[in-house]
């Protein structure tokens, strides 16, 4: 499934209840050279950028949602579901910073290629970008 085609969708928890919907899909706007935080190695050994969710968490209709990121990695996309990892709970999602804008760089509105080359759990379906 395409990063345009999960743009908007609800993400459910491992319990099934709604916690929110997918607003973007990120990544460091300065990505580090090495294997820190932000880039993890890919097959070749090389370094490639970690691609984040951007989700809108509480609120109604819009109004006091609060957006924050996790890596795509925590994301299970079955058919046109999306469910988020156990190993992240409602209570933690609401505990995260504010998504800063200036920290990252959105790929689903650049069009860059940043999103293809991560990979989701296995029996999933890993957000591609929009463009190769």
Not at 64 to 85: H, N
Not at 116 to 132: D, F
Request: aromatic fraction near 4%; avoid cysteine; glycine fraction near 14%.
């Amino acid at each position: 499934m395409s990063v345009d085609q999960l743009m908007g969708k609800t993400v459910y928890s491992a319990e099934g209840k709604k916690v929110g919907d997918i607003n973007d899909f990120v990544v460091k706007a300065s990505p580090t050279a090495s294997s820190g935080a932000g880039s993890t190695a890919g097959a070749s050994g090389t370094p490639r950028e970690v691609t984040y969710a951007v989700i809108g968490i509480g609120g109604f209709l819009g109004l006091g949602e609060k957006d924050v990121v996790i890596p795509i990695t925590e994301l299970q996309v079955s058919g046109d579901r999306v469910q988020i990892s156990s190993n992240v709970t409602e209570d933690q999602l609401k505990q995260m910073p504010k998504y800063d804008k200036s920290q990252y760089r959105s790929v689903a509105r650049d069009g860059s290629s940043g999103a293809s080359g991560s990979s989701a759990p296995s029996g999933s379906s890993a957000p591609s970008g929009t463009s190769r």
